[in-house]
Each structure stands twice: as C-alpha cells, then as structure tokens.
C-alpha cells in the first residue's frame, strides 16, 4: 500500500502553479553549492551508488530545486540525493528549477522532502525541527502542520535530544530506531539506561522487546528522598483502563497512567519531562487556556 503523502508537500511550500511554470534548466553541477539548510546528515553510499546507476541509464528524471545567488551561483533548496548522485553518474549538468525561497523555506522544503521520503534519521529530523522553532519562531503546533505530523509526534521526536550522546549517534546511525529511543527515554538512570542499550544493540532486541524490559528496568531507578511512598494500584489492571491510558498516552504524547481506586475513585497521572512538554501538554488539554 503506497505510503500517502505527508502534510501538503513541497506544491504547497513553493506554490503548485509556480511549479506548473516554472521551465526546467539544465545548470552545471559545478555552480551549484549544497543547502546550509538541509536537515539530513546521513547519506548510505549504497544508495546514492544505486540512483547513480539508474541516472546512467535513464538520466535525472526529476529536477532539483535551486535558488539563484548570482549569474553562475546557485545554491540548493531541495534533491541533495539527486546532485549527489549526479556527480557520481558523471554528469556536469543537471535540470533544475530555479526559485527564489527565503531562508525558512529553504529549511522547511529540504525538511519536508525528506520526512515524506522517510530518508531522514530522527535525530536529523529533530534538530531541524528545534532549528524551526529557536531560529524562525515556530512552535510545535506550526512546525507538525508544515511537515504533516501530529503535534505529540514532533514532540516525541524532540525529546530524543535528551538522550546522551552515543545513543543518539546509534539514532543517527540508524543503529537504532525511533521506538526505541522512546523506550530508553523511559530509564532515568544513566547506568541502567546504558545497560538497556548495551542490550538492544547486541542482542537485536524489538522495540516492543525494549519497551517490555525498559518498564522492568523502571522500578529499579532511584527515587528521590522524601518521596511519597507510590499508590497502591490495582492488579491485574482491566483492559478498557490500559486501553484508555494507551489512548490518552497516543493524543498526549507522553506517558499517561489511570489508577481506578476501591469505591470508584482513581486519578491520571501525565508525565512530562520539561518545562515545554508541560506547556504543550497544558495546550492541547486546556487550548482556551486555564
């Protein structure tokens, strides 16, 4: 089953009709610099070996996006993989649209183009997504309509940049997957987090897999003194409960419990991890405010 476009896509960005116009041009590879914008930092040579054979036999079938610096200077906006390709294929000159975005859009097309080609790592696609919102203002809500995400999706994505450093290389990597980036999110302690990801990478575990045992691992992370001592919660929990926490959790995007109390009582515990995810959380419970 073909996978259905993200968002609205680059038409919208650049304007369908512009594109419609727009004649292609073929450009000497050599004028053309890289996007300072692109949000993609992993390229698989086997890939880019694969696409260059294919632009030897049948050429470039979709231009690339450029933006005009000045006469013989151009820099790209969106088809790195295809320039790339090309100069592997031994071309000089490839075909071109040539528009004028501005700096927002540049990032915002190079971002899109990959998200809806899934050709970018989610670390990748986290640092373009806060480079949206510290450097043009945007908030998450804005940054998911631009990429065609949901609003808990950008925000699970982002909260990936709180994880130490070698496991987000392993992300980077494509070692390891988002999920289970969320699932070693779950283990606060530094020595049991890195125990998890010792076994996840050596042992091939499933994201389900490393969910399982990150929920096994929780109860052995330390707790703070003088902390109340945990609720008694009911077990087995009903199903129709985990159902409605795995819901509340899906729209939330974060981790929500539902402890039902003798009598009929209970509480929803919403978890958050910073002073932005809380605001966020706070949006989407009370949008009208509190």
Known sequence: MPRPALGRGLSALIGQSELAETLVREIPIAQIRTNPYQPRRQFSEESLEELAASIREMGVLQPIIVRQESEGDYVLVAGERRLRAARMA?????PALVRSPSEQQMLEMALVENVQREDINPIDAALAYKRLMDEFGMTQ???AQRVGKSVPAISNTLRLLQLPEYII?????GVLSEGHGRALLMVKDPTLQRMLWNEITSEGLSVRAAELRARELRPMNPTPRNAPDPAPQPS???EELKALEHNLSGYLGTRVQVVQMAGGGGRIVIEFYSEEELGRVLELIAPDGL
Not at 90 to 94: D, M, S, V
């Open 90 to 94: 031994g071309l000089t000159t490839i």
């Open 141 to 143: 809500e804005q940054v």
């Open 169 to 173: 290389k392993s992300l980077q990597e």
């Open 236 to 238: 087995p929990k009903p």
